[in-house]
């Protein structure tokens, strides 16, 4: 049995998320009229905190801030301090990210925001390392500032939170139309999201890449649509890209988050069902416009990867596969040369290699993150073997490295 120093209230919570900050040393509660009110008895601002298990940076934070006892300290003495899981409250984490992205033109998770005891942002971030680097502010200076801020300027917090909250009305205000969709107005669309494209890589503008699902199944429809040639190019090329690249899992089916670079070869390694849900309904009608039997494929490793690692025996989907195994990020997914020679024999083994492109020295940290970067038949060609002998080999050797 484990000793644990520290126990907060989110022992209590069934979130697997709050369940992993259970044991930290800050007084962690959980979203719930019990925080606000002690913020409001105390004046003093909250401290939100929403992310999800299988959140690479969120372990990092983690890590470096939320189990560190000084830190933990200075949270603990000036504010409120709330956990929140995305997975579990998706409506908090879209309000709060509407601010986020308000306050700092960016967004993502973990996702740290602090409050008015009114639920009001005033000051908002994501990740923040435990001392000033990155070019960014350690966390300690930030508690310190806002704690400081809130005691001695309080004009100027409640100032901002008013901007900030009339901003977040703004922005989810709507206005019903009467009118219908023209093909004037799906023609603009098509224009302003086909701008921004890659021509080399595929998708849309440049590091990092998510996979453009949606705007993808706008194209596809575009196409079959008018039969613009253009939109069908643009999705055949960026799927090519996608399927080829390390944000595919080569092995095990299913796309992992997005690319940390402009062409899809280095995942954030953690795998999402929504998109995934996304992605194999894009490749399924992308197959059923042009044929295409490696989309086909694509289509049937994502959903066998959903039914064999994503499917609850009960019945229900999980939601995500975490990025990080044994406290590594993406170690799972990676290979070495000689992993590889080991489990392949010699000949396989340097069959596997030229078609997925793994070299003595790697593509990530000295290990090879699986990807395509030649056509099969020119892999055969140069390896003196018939394409049909080359896909029987793969075929067998993914096997076996699975």
């Known amino acids: ?239 090519k890209k996608m399927a080829e690249g390390g944000i595919y899992d080569h092995l095990g089916g299913g796309f992992h988050r997005y690319s940390t670079d402009a062409r899809w070869l280095v995942p954030h390694f953690e795998k999402m069902l929504y998109d995934n849900a996304l992605l194999s309904r894009l490749y399924l009608h992308y197959y059923q416009v042009i044929g295409d039997t490696p989309a086909r494929a694509v289509a049937e490793g994502i959903l066998d990867y959903v039914v064999r690692e994503m499917t609850d025996p009960l019945g229900g989907f999980y939601s995500t596969q975490d990025a990080d195994s044994e406290g590594v990020e993406g170690k799972f997914f990676v290979w070495s040369l000689d992993e590889i020679r080991k489990l392949l024999g010699e000949r396989d083994a340097a069959l596997f290699a030229a078609y997925y492109n793994v070299t003595e020295s790697g593509n990530f940290e000295g290990e090879n993150i699986l990807n395509i970067t030649r056509d099969l038949k020119e892999v055969a060609r140069a390896e003196n073997v018939t394409p049909e002998q080359l896909i029987e080999t793969l075929d067998e050797s993914r096997r076996i490295l699975f």
């Open 1 to 239: 049995m484990t000793e644990h120093v520290h126990t907060n209230r989110l022992i209590n919570e069934t979130s697997p998320y709050l369940l992993q900050h259970a044991h930290n040393p800050v007084d962690w509660f959980p979203w719930g009229e019990e925080a606000f009110q002690l913020a409001q008895r105390e004046k003093k601002p909250v401290l939100l905190s929403i992310g999800y298990s299988a959140c690479h940076w969120c372990h990092v934070m983690e890590h470096e801030s939320f189990e560190n006892e000084a830190i933990a300290k200075l949270m603990n003495e000036n504010f409120v301090n709330i956990k929140v899981d995305r997975e579990e409250r998706p409506d908090l984490d879209q309000i709060y990210m509407n601010a986020v992205q308000m306050m700092t033109h960016h967004g993502g998770w973990p996702m740290t925001v602090f409050l008015t005891p009114e639920a009001v942002p005033f000051y908002a971030g994501t990740y923040f390392p435990p001392e000033d680097r990155y070019n960014m502010p350690g966390f300690p200076r930030v508690l310190i500032s806002l704690a400081d801020a809130y005691r001695e300027r309080p004009e100027e917090i409640q100032e901002t939170a008013t901007a900030i909250l009339d901003g977040l009305k703004q922005s989810t205000a709507t206005i019903e139309s009467n009118e219908t969709f023209s093909p004037e107005l799906l023609e603009t669309a098509y224009r302003g999201i086909i701008k921004n494209y890659d021509e080399t890589n595929g998708g849309f503008g440049g590091a990092p890449k998510f996979p453009p699902a949606m705007s993808l199944e706008f194209l596809l429809h575009t196409h079959y649509r008018t039969g613009e040639p253009r939109a069908l190019e643009i999705v055949s090329h960026t799927c």
